[in-house]
């Protein structure tokens, strides 16, 4: 195939947007994001949804979350996750799940962006029973902050927040930074990137250097339905991992 073929398929999918592909990414996108890569955004579910969210990444680890919005501007959830589920060798789960709470303070307008408060206790990637913590930490308690713009090219989302995890040793933990931002491309994808401080991590055993930049690409399947490629530490700044790696994401969201 060459590789003007190559560029029309390319075109093909992100052109591609049937009415029925709407899910949380892209121009024609009904549902708000939650994530930008790892840290929480001011986005919640409506009132009465549900969202089914599964993370798959190295080593063979595989991570579901459940969460709801019983009532308005509220999101309650509980996750789990292990590694070595796929593949071989002993899986390692990570005991004790994790809690998602959050509550939108304040609704986005016209000047001010939305914010949310919120407690996050699933971190990513393995978990060291030894050590008690995610290769990346929880968010913990955080509140996050989201503007959405429309331009010219599409609409742009900025995100960023303050948390603090349980993670960290009582003398090493600290409050947290994160930036991100989310962009449209066509009706159906959406490019995201987010830059975690990681300021509370002083574990070389982990961190060679502070600071991950994550990013992702979200396509809308269908109603309800995103699928989340993502490449992570692209900064390399963890020492367990010897370059950046992927991980594969899918999301359902519906009513109950």
């Given at each position: ?13 992100l052109t ?171 009706k159906s ?68």
């Amino acid at each position: 195939m060459n590789l003007n073929k190559y560029i029309y398929i390319i075109m093909i999918l992100l052109t591609y947007s049937p009415t029925f592909s709407q899910g949380s990414a892209g121009e024609k996108a009904i549902y708000e994001t939650r994530f930008i890569v790892d840290m929480p955004t001011a986005g919640v579910l409506e009132k009465g949804n549900f969202a089914i969210y599964t993370n798959a990444f190295y080593p063979g680890g595989i991570m579901l979350q459940l969460d709801a919005s019983p009532f308005s501007d509220f999101l309650m959830g509980i996750s789990y996750s292990g590694t070595n589920i796929i593949g071989f060798g002993a899986v390692n789960w990570q005991g004790i799940p994790g809690v998602h709470l959050r509550y939108r303070i304040i609704d986005e307008t016209l000047n001010l962006p939305a914010f949310v408060l919120g407690i996050n206790t699933q971190g990513r990637g393995d978990f060291s029973s030894s050590e008690k913590r995610f290769q990346t930490f929880s968010p913990g308690v955080f509140i996050s902050a989201s503007k959405n713009y429309s331009w010219a090219l599409g609409s742009v989302a900025f995100h960023g927040g303050i948390n603090y995890s349980f993670e960290p040793s009582k003398n090493e933990n600290f409050p947290n930074l994160y930036l991100g931002i989310e962009h449209s491309i066509g009706k159906s994808f959406a490019l995201n990137f987010e830059f975690n401080a990681t300021l509370n991590d002083e574990n070389k055993k982990y961190m060679s250097n502070k600071g991950l930049i994550n990013a992702s690409l979200r396509w809308s399947l269908a109603k309800g339905i995103t699928l989340d490629f993502q490449a992570r530490d692209l900064l390399e700044n963890m020492t367990m991992n010897k370059a950046f790696n992927r991980a594969v994401c899918l999301e359902y969201i519906s009513r109950f």
